[in-house]
């Protein structure tokens, strides 16, 4: 306590010390004690006595005094300035909460069930308002591929007070995260605390569902600048949670084998990127959806032609639909 009244003077602490534990020191004990100089000293002591922390007996004597005696009351003056200031504080978080519910409301009028979000912290700030809400279940859509271990950690809390709350956690990623290691280590943190985590080859949206009561989706998917929408209506947030739930059923577990193609047949990644080059998706576009490098693109597309014995994409697509993988 006395360090920090001081506020860190560690000369004056010293010296205070020195004469509380030898009251019958000398100012020259006291430096030969401290290995202070005798002009540090004797400043200290000038600061302790303004203080009335100490009280001189001779010239180079002086008697320590009882800080409750003297600090005390100051002490209590602080004490009853931080009351009238957390006081203080209630109130505009009282007033700021009355407030936020009043806008709430007032946007559900205007926009009729959604709410558009602006701006990366706005989106954020507000995810995190409704995952602290949430009581029941939390849904996401994670595409985009790996997630910085940063981002991961930064999301830990969160999740950490979600489970603490009973909320049960799904979430399906992108297949391509079962080789990126701070990912898969984050997912076996998430089901060792209850949560589960599936991943499928493609995801139409990131989407973040709550209760079945809300969602949050990008107004565009390919262009996350344009910002987010929270949507109550309940009959848009009951078709998402179906779009999840169909999602989720063909999801593998991380952890689990994802499935692959068996003899000369497609796995569900194949038909997938088959699929994307059917409707003129670029191999750029097709990396994003993914979540893969445009080069682990071309490789695969490379071997789907080789196993469909196609010289060009073109081929590769007709052979496909004559074998049904398309």
């Known amino acids: 306590m006395l360090d920090e009244f001081l506020e860190a003077d560690t000369e004056a602490v010293s010296v205070y010390r020195s004469l509380l534990t030898n009251p019958s020191w000398t100012l020259h004990d006291v430096g030969r004690h401290t290995g202070l100089t005798e002009d540090e000293v004797r400043a200290a002591v000038d600061r302790l006595s303004d203080l009335s922390l100490l009280s001189p007996v001779t010239d180079t004597t002086y008697l320590p005094m009882n800080p409750e005696t003297i600090l005390g009351p100051v002490l209590r003056r602080r004490e009853a300035q931080l009351d009238a200031e957390r006081a203080h504080l209630s109130r505009h978080q009282a007033v700021v909460a009355e407030f936020t519910k009043e806008y709430a409301a007032l946007g559900l009028r205007h926009t009729g069930g959604a709410e558009h979000l602006v701006g990366v912290n706005a989106v954020r700030t507000r995810l995190e308002q409704l995952s602290r809400d949430a009581v029941q279940e939390v849904c996401t859509f994670t595409p985009g591929g790996a997630v910085s271990a940063a981002g991961l950690e930064s999301a830990r809390p969160l999740d950490q007070e979600s489970f603490d709350r009973g909320v049960r956690m799904r979430s399906v990623y992108l297949d ?138 073109f081929e590769a697509g007709a052979e496909a639909v004559r074998r049904g993988w398309l």
């Open 176 to 313: 391509s995260v079962r080789n990126d290691q701070p990912t898969s280590d984050y997912a076996t943190w998430l089901t060792s605390m209850g949560g589960q985590v599936r991943t499928v080859p493609a995801l139409p949206m990131r989407m973040i569902i709550c209760d079945r009561e809300v969602a949050v989706v990008p107004v565009n998917a390919e262009d996350s600048r344009q910002g987010a929408l929270v949507v109550r209506y309940q009959g848009v947030v009951q078709a998402l949670a179906e779009l999840f739930e169909l999602v989720w059923a063909q999801g593998v577990p991380l952890g689990a084998e994802a499935p692959a193609a068996v003899g000369d047949g497609a796995s569900e990644r194949d038909r997938v990127l088959l699929k994307l080059l059917s409707e003129g998706m670029t191999d750029q576009g097709i990396a994003r959806k993914l979540g893969l490098s445009v080069r682990t693109i071309r490789r695969l597309m490379s071997d789907l032609m080789k196993r469909l014995d196609a010289q060009s994409r």
